[in-house]
Nanobody
Framework: QVQLVESGGGLVQAGGSLRLSCAASGRTFTFSSYAMGWFRQAPGKEREFVAG????????YYADSVKGRFTISRDNAKNTVSLQMNSLKPDDTAVYYC????????????????WGQGTQVTVSS
């Protein structure tokens, strides 16, 4: 059983920065075998892909809306994945979730079977 716990959300003014972290744990869990994704869901909207990183960390992918502003990274020795968010905009306001899946990275939420509880990010104008 894999557990994911996000942290780092909060309230920030437009143009500011936040760093989200996701810690993974599990008895028979090999973090380095999992692709990791960050997703977000705003009120009244569907959950959407934000960023993803392959198991080895060699490749990253971003939604067009966050390219150049957000950076995803992972530390396989510490079982953590992070999302550095810069130049935040009010449209970035949402609950942010990290998710894990074996095999290939995916941008589709339903492809992931393990989710964290989410952390709220609010960007004021």
């Amino acid at each position: 059983q894999v557990q994911l716990v996000e942290s780092g959300g909060g309230l920030v003014q437009a143009g500011g920065s936040l760093r989200l972290s996701c810690a993974a744990s599990g008895r028979t869990f090999t973090f380095s075998s999992y692709a990791m994704g960050w997703f977000r869901q705003a009120p009244g909207k569907e959950r959407e892909f934000v960023a993803g990183i392959r198991p080895g960390g060699s490749s990253t992918y971003y939604a067009d809306s966050v390219k150049g502003r957000f950076t995803i990274s992972r530390d396989n020795a510490k079982n953590t994945v992070s999302l550095q968010m810069n130049s935040l905009k009010p449209d970035d306001t949402a609950v942010y979730y990290c998710a894990a899946r074996t095999l290939r990275l995916s941008t589709t939420p339903s492809d992931y079977n393990t989710w964290g509880q989410g952390t709220q990010v609010t960007v004021s104008s």
